[in-house]
Structures are given as structure tokens and as C-alpha cells.
């Protein structure tokens, strides 16, 4: 990594791994040896380029604390992405019936108890969230709690792969590609989130955070549109209402 006298950062491959792991993510939905190496570089590119960033903080002129606005643009793009795969999911659907074929495969069935338990983790830790914005006293406890509600609900998402695998669903037919397509990409934004709000509880604990930062309540608002594209997926993959 390089850097001017302003301490801005020049030639960081942090971004290309970031890229590479992702890349290899979305592979790995066809290919599953590729998710968990596409799993360690986004973890660990993010939690780095993060870290850079916070090195090179005391030997700017000037540091920008409005995150907001970026925030934004970087919601509608993923907003745009996830459109894309909700009309992969509605053209599969369309023309696998029109084909004659079952949506779902027969034999594949939905826990949707389960579902909804593994829901309620993911709608809780939006509450616990916004907690730890408007409390000051143990604000850290409210962010662990949405690290960990994050963590169970991708844990539970874990579990209901290999209950389904077990049932026959692989990405070889449109169903499963549609299905694990958007719900593994849904998955991929919860742990960017998890590894987000993680670097913001160590810039929390390690007091780094200057006090006009909008850094917590931007990754919050990107914590809720991800609990967000969660409603829609309920009611379009598993409820089927739309």
C-alpha cells in the first residue's frame, strides 16, 4: 500500500481481492469448493481495506465524516443487482412451468416454521440495530447483539442448504440455480453487514470513530435494506404471493 502526503491510498490490492472473492462466491454456486475461499478473501479484503483506511485517518488534512450519501449510492446499485436476480428467479419460474415442470421440484419442501424463526433472528437484530444508535450507555452491547442475531440467521440459512441438498435440490435444475442464486447473494450482503458492523464495534471499543462520524447509522441503514430484500425473497421465493 502507498500513499501521498495527504494519506490518501494509492495501489491497495485490497479492492481486487474484495472483487475476486466475490467473483468466486457466485462461482461457487455452481462449482461448491469455490464458496468458502471466495468466503475468506471478502472477509478478510474488507476487514483489511477497512483497517488501511483507519491507519491513514490521522495523516489527512481533511477527513470526509458524511458517509451518508455514499451509503445511498451504494444501496440503489445493490438494489439493481438484486433486481436482477428477482427477474432471473420470475423468468426460471415462467418458463419451467410453461415447460410442464413443478416450482418447486417435486419432493422439495420448505420448513417454513423454520423460515420464519430464521426470519425473526434477521427482523430482531434490525431492532437491536437502531438500539444501539439511540442508546449511549452499552451501545456496544446492542451492536454485539446484531452481529450474533447475524450470525444465526446465516448459520440457520446454512442449515436449511443441507436439509434441502439432502431432499435433492442442486443448482442443476432452474429452480435450485434461481433459488440458491438470490438467496446466496441475499446471504452475501448479511455477511458483508456482519463484517461491517464488526469493524464498526472495534472502531466503537478502540474510540477511533470521530464524534461527527455518520459511520454507524450509514452501515445501519445498509442493515436494514438487507432485512428489507429479505421481506421481498419471503414473500416472492417462499410464500409465493407475487
Known amino acids: 500500500m502507498n500513499e501521498n502526503i495527504n494519506g ?55 477527513i470526509s465524516t458524511d458517509t451518508y450519501p455514499a451509503t445511498i449510492v451504494i444501496i440503489i446499485t445493490e438494489a439493481l443487482i438484486f433486481g436482477v436476480f428477482f427477474i432471473f428467479w420470475f423468468w426460471a419460474r415462467f418458463y419451467s412451468v410453461d415447460a410442464g415442470n413443478t416450482w418447486p421440484p417435486s419432493g422439495v419442501e420448505f420448513n417454513l416454521a423454520f423460515v420464519a424463526f430464521n426470519s425473526i ?46 431432499e435433492g435440490l442442486t443448482q442443476k435444475s432452474s429452480f435450485g440455480t434461481a433459488f440458491f ?5 441475499h446471504g452475501l450482503h448479511v455477511l458483508i453487514g456482519i463484517v461491517a458492523l464488526s469493524i464498526l464495534r472495534w ?24 432485512d428489507i430484500i429479505w421481506v421481498l425473497i419471503l414473500f ?3 410464500l409465493e404471493v407475487i
Not at 442464486?181 to 447473494?185: D, E, K, N, Q
Open 8 to 62: 490518501d491510498v494509492h495501489g491497495s490490492i485490497q479492492p481486487f481481492l474484495n472483487a475476486l472473492g466475490i467473483t468466486l462466491l457466485l462461482a461457487g454456486l455452481l462449482f461448491w469448493p469455490l464458496l468458502p475461499i471466495g468466503l475468506f478473501l471478502v472477509v478478510y479484503s474488507i476487514w483489511n481495506w477497512i483497517n488501511e483506511e483507519v491507519v491513514l485517518w490521522p495523516k489527512r488534512d481533511k
Open 181 to 185: 442464486a438470490l438467496t446466496g447473494v
Open 121 to 166: 433472528l434477521l427482523f430482531v437484530s434490525a431492532y437491536t440495530a437502531d438500539q444501539h444508535l439511540k442508546s449511549r450507555e452499552d451501545s456496544n452491547y446492542w451492536l454485539e447483539a446484531t452481529i450474533l442475531l447475524g450470525a444465526l440467521f446465516l448459520f440457520g440459512q446454512i442449515y436449511e442448504y443441507y436439509n434441502l441438498y439432502n
Open 203 to 226: 472502531l466503537s471499543k478502540s474510540n477511533s470513530l470521530a464524534k461527527t462520524t455518520e459511520l454507524p447509522r450509514s452501515i445501519i441503514l445498509y442493515w436494514h435494506f438487507v
Open 236 to 238: 416472492v421465493v417462499y
